[in-house]
C-alpha cells in the first residue's frame, strides 16, 4: 500500500496535509476550500467544538476484538466515516468528484454527491461503478426539478438522499478578495446568458438580491439536468 507514497513528503498531520494542499492548489482553489464566511468566526467555533470530543481509551479489555464496522440502511461499513458532499470539487483537480467518488469505492464507504457537483450526476455513477453512493439535495421551491434530481439519482443507483437545509447566500471574504466564482468552473455547463444572468459577480457576492433557489434552478436548468432537460 505505501509503495508508491514518499513517506517523507506524506503529510502525518492536519497541518502538514493542509500546508501542502497550499503549496499544490491555485490560492483561490485553497481559500474557497479553506475559508469560512464573514469573520469566520463559526469556523473558529466549530473547530474549538471539536477539539472537545476525545477518544475514550479502554484500557486491559484486549486488542483482539477492535472493530470499527458498523451498519447503515442494511448495509455493513468498515468505518464510521464518509464522503461528505463537497461541490465544485474540479477546482482543485480537473478529475474533481470522480476521483473522489473512486476513492470512496476503494475504501468501501458511500461517496455523497453534491448537488453542485462539477462533474453530472451521471459521470459521478460511472466514476463510482459499484460502489455505494448517495445523492445530496438542495430542494427548490420547483417542485418538477427536485423531482427530476431525485429520479435521476434513484436511476443511477444512488441509494439514499441526504438533505441539506442549511444553506444560505454567505459573505466570504477571501473569495470577494481573490474576486474567487466558483460558477466559473462550470462554464462549459451554462449558456453564457445563464453565466450572465445569474453567476456575475456582483451576485455571486450577494449585492444583488437574489434567491438562493432560483441560483440552484439555474444550473439545474442546463448542466445538471441535461438528462431530462430540467
Ligand atoms: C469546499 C466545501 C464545499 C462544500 N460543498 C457542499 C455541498 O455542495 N453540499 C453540502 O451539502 N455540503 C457541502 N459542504 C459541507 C460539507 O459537506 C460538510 O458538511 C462541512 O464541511 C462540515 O464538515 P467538516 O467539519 O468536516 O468540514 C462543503 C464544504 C466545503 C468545505
Not at 464573514?38 to 484486549?62: H, I, M
Not at 464522503?83 to 480537473?94: E, R, W
Not at 476503494?106 to 462533474?119: E, F, G, K, M
Not at 455547463?189 to 455571486?204: C, P, Q, V
Request: proline share 5%.
Amino acid at each position: 500500500m505505501t509503495q508508491n507514497i514518499d513517506l517523507k513528503c506524506f503529510p502525518y498531520s492536519y497541518e502538514e496535509l493542509e500546508r501542502l494542499a497550499a503549496e499544490n492548489t491555485s490560492p483561490e482553489a485553497f481559500d474557497y476550500v479553506q475559508s469560512g464566511s464573514s469573520t469566520e468566526q463559526t469556523l473558529r467555533t466549530n473547530v474549538q467544538a471539536f477539539s472537545s470530543y476525545a477518544f475514550k481509551p479502554r484500557v486491559c479489555t484486549g486488542t483482539k476484538a477492535v472493530d470499527s464496522k458498523i451498519e447503515i440502511f442494511g448495509k455493513e461499513y468498515p468505518f464510521p466515516i464518509f464522503f461528505a458532499p463537497v461541490g465544485n470539487q474540479k477546482v482543485v483537480h480537473p478529475e474533481g468528484e470522480l476521483a473522489s467518488a473512486r476513492a470512496a469505492k476503494r475504501l468501501n464507504v458511500p461517496y455523497i454527491a453534491s448537488t453542485v457537483s462539477s462533474h453530472t450526476i451521471e459521470e459521478i455513477a460511472e466514476a463510482s461503478g459499484n460502489g455505494d453512493r448517495w445523492f445530496q439535495l438542495y430542494a427548490t421551491k420547483d417542485q418538477d426539478v427536485t423531482n427530476s434530481l431525485i429520479s435521476r439519482a434513484e436511476k443511477n443507483g444512488y441509494t439514499a438522499i441526504v438533505l441539506t437545509v442549511d444553506m444560505a447566500p454567505s459573505w466570504r471574504v477571501k473569495d470577494m478578495r481573490n474576486q474567487f466564482l466558483p460558477a466559473e468552473m462550470v462554464k462549459e455547463l451554462l449558456t453564457e446568458e445563464e453565466l450572465n444572468d445569474l453567476f456575475n459577480y456582483e451576485t455571486y457576492l450577494g449585492l444583488a438580491p437574489v434567491k438562493v433557489d432560483e441560483v440552484l434552478a439555474s444550473y439545474y436548468n442546463s448542466p445538471y439536468a441535461k438528462e431530462e432537460g430540467k
